[in-house]
Nanobody, 119 residues
Framework: QVQLVESGGGLAQAGGSLRLSCAASGRTFSSYSMGWFRQAPGKEREFVAAISWYTYYADSVKGRFTISRDNDKNTVYLQMNSLKPEDTATYYC???????????????WGQGTQVTVSS
């Protein structure tokens, strides 16, 4: 397993941008599929984006969010543009052996970072 630490959350205005980072420990980072999930208060955790040799996005963020990774830095990123108040949530970094599109495929979770978007 890998250890994951997120950073980059905070407060943004609607229409603004934030970039989340997730630093992973371990020498096998490149062999993992990586993803981002989010959980808003009172709601279930939901899939946001994932990357292995291709990328995959939830419909709600497609065209606004971009997931990328730097295997030399053991880091995965989530660039969030055109933010909306409904993007407000705790964002979690995730790693798994296969492409992650549900939390069932996740073997490691980060601790989460809060994103708040004001209208």
């Amino acid at each position: 397993q890998v250890q994951l630490v997120e950073s980059g959350g905070g407060l943004a205005q609607a229409g603004g941008s934030l970039r989340l980072s997730c630093a992973a420990s371990g020498r096998t980072f490149s062999s993992y599929s990586m993803g981002w999930f989010r959980q808003a208060p009172g709601k279930e955790r939901e899939f946001v984006a994932a990357i292995s040799w291709y990328t995959y996005y939830a419909d709600s963020v497609k065209g606004r969010f971009t997931i990328s990774r730097d295997n030399d830095k053991n880091t995965v990123y989530l660039q969030m543009n055109s933010l909306k108040p409904e993007d407000t949530a705790t964002y979690y970094c995730a790693a798994g052996p296969l492409m992650i599109t549900t939390d069932k495929g996740v073997s490691s979770w980060g601790q989460g970072t809060q994103v708040t978007v004001s209208s």
